[in-house]
């Protein structure tokens, strides 16, 4: 017989009740002090369950001290013991660990791959998100869920590309038209009218092409038609929300909102709805043919809506909050300034991108000149504006404001580009025969927008607390 714990002859052999295995007695013992389980199977034993079997006895003299051989032999073999009885419990332990192991690993596997599939679902279910709006309104299909499709349809390529051609064609021997400001009548400007404040919140204004119509409205959702020459509101639009973005369409006045929701008013009447984004509106440019209106939102995309039908025909997605957007003045490219400080252009009739440019913060503003390579660009927290070259795709001139600037906006002309601070409004000229700049007018208007009036010949700017300031030669 052997110690099933030992692996040596027994001197005072013992057998467990239970599982039939012969121990060292001095060795259970022990073991089932500390653990009260047989070494063997694990099963709970106690002292007596032990039976003790018959063998020879060997008597062994006590020895006196340790200093005799005899002692020194007892005293290690009570070292072999507790290290027979430490060796068997670290090898339980041992194969316990790894079977624990083994279970938190597979466990880990099996969340990882949890995560990675609902990553991937979220992902999945953010761009379906993204890339379905409904569009709907008095004059349009209410119920019809427009999925994105980033090409333009044939019929608007074909009006894309005859708008680009028409204008690219006349635009360097476009002349002046007759009676537009002068450098010296700009630089006479003054503060001639101011409205009370009319909507609190405004964020930007828009003037129809007669110049005497403003469109802007505020955080309590409605709109106004402001006439500059009568000095009153013509038309109050309801928008239901608060107003973020203005546009004209012709005579037809177009707001976006911070609901998602963009708005055709005609003679003060809600004619359609167009598009639904999933946050507000932050930008609308309209196409120099009339017939595509861009709307921008928070969502993190942009949308083209075909004007004749009211229906969302193409929607792109970007890595950013969009806050700005124009159409390029020939129609064919389309610029997209965002939160990351990136401004994307587009083809607009693919849908797909053609460039990004850096421009090291969030993009407020976006406005071209009819020259059609170079553009005005509004940095948020910047008091300059950067007036980039399309060909060259950098800054070409950086004009200072000397306070944080709004918003920008060019001329017809090319000639003259006004600028709307938080201290200023201010105007810059650009002289094509010297290639030189030169500042006509520095106004302590504080603005949150600015808009040429008709043949330059005035300036509105939009007011911080939601008026409006007309500044011209008195």
Same mark, same amino acid.
């Given at each position: ?345 587009? $083809? %607009? ?7 990004? *440019? !850096?421009? /090291?913060? =969030? &993009? ?24 980039? $070259? %399309? ?7 950086? *004009? !200072?404001? /000397?306070? =944080? &600037? ?34 006509? *007018?520095?106004?302590?208007? =504080? ?28």
């Amino acid at each position: 017989m052997l110690c099933a714990i030992s692996g040596e002859a027994p001197r005072e052999p013992v057998a467990s009740r239970k599982s039939g295995n012969v121990f060292e007695k001095r060795l259970i013992e022990a073991h089932i002090a500390e653990n009260h389980t047989d070494p063997v199977t694990g099963e709970d034993l106690a002292v007596e369950d032990l039976i003790e079997l018959k063998s020879p006895q060997v008597v062994t003299p006590r020895p006196p001290n340790l200093t005799s051989i005899p002692a020194l032999l007892s005293a290690f073999q009570n070292e072999w013991d507790a290290i027979v009885l430490e060796t068997h419990t670290l090898k339980q332990q041992l194969a316990q660990t790894r079977q624990e192991l083994s279970t938190a690993l597979y466990q880990n596997d099996a969340a990882t791959r949890v995560i990675a599939r609902l990553s991937r679902e979220r992902d999945d279910a953010r761009e379906a998100l993204s890339n379905v709006t409904i569009s709907g309104g008095s004059a349009s299909n209410g119920d019809a869920m427009q999925v994105d499709g980033q090409a333009l349809p044939e019929e608007l390529v074909a009006k894309v590309d005859e708008t680009q051609q028409q204008l690219f064609s006349t635009r360097r021997k476009r002349p002046t038209p007759e009676g537009w400001a002068t450098a010296e009548d700009i630089s006479a400007f003054d503060l001639t009218t101011s409205s009370e404040p009319l909507y609190p919140g405004s964020s930007n204004v828009s003037l129809d092409k007669s110049g005497d119509l403003a469109l802007f409205g505020g955080a309590d959702g409605v709109a106004g038609v402001y006439s500059l020459s009568q000095a009153k509101v013509l038309q109050a639009l309801k928008a239901g929300s608060a107003v973020t973005a203005t546009a004209w369409w012709g005579q037809r006045a177009v707001v976006g909102t911070s609901a998602g929701t963009v708005k055709i008013f005609e003679n003060g009447n809600e004619i359609a709805q167009v598009g639904s984004h999933a946050g507000a509106v932050t930008s609308l440019s309209l196409h120099p043919s009339g017939r595509i209106l861009a709307s921008a939102g928070a969502d993190k995309r942009f949308a083209l809506h075909d004007l004749s039908t009211f229906k969302t025909v193409s929607q792109v997605y970007i890595e950013a909050d969009v806050t700005c957007c124009s159409f390029h003045v020939d129609g064919l490219l389309f610029f997209v300034g965002s939160s990351d400080g990136k401004i994307r252009i587009f $083809d %607009i009739k693919t849908g797909g991108a053609m460039a990004e *440019l !850096e421009t /090291g913060a =969030p &993009v407020l503003a976006i406005s071209f000149s009819e020259n059609g390579t170079w553009f005005a660009v509004v940095n948020k927290g910047s008091t300059n504006v950067s007036v980039w $070259d %399309i060909r060259k795709q950098h800054v070409v001139k950086v *004009l !200072e404001s /000397g306070s =944080p &600037v709004e918003s920008t906006k060019w001329d017809y002309t090319g000639q003259y580009l006004a600028i709307a601070g938080t201290g200023s409004v201010s105007v810059q000229q650009f002289t094509k025969a010297s290639k030189s700049w030169s500042e006509l *007018l520095r106004k302590a208007v =504080p603005s949150k927008d600015v808009a040429w009036g008709a043949g330059a010949n005035s300036l509105v700017a939009l007011t911080p607390e939601g008026g409006l300031s007309t500044l011209s030669a008195s």
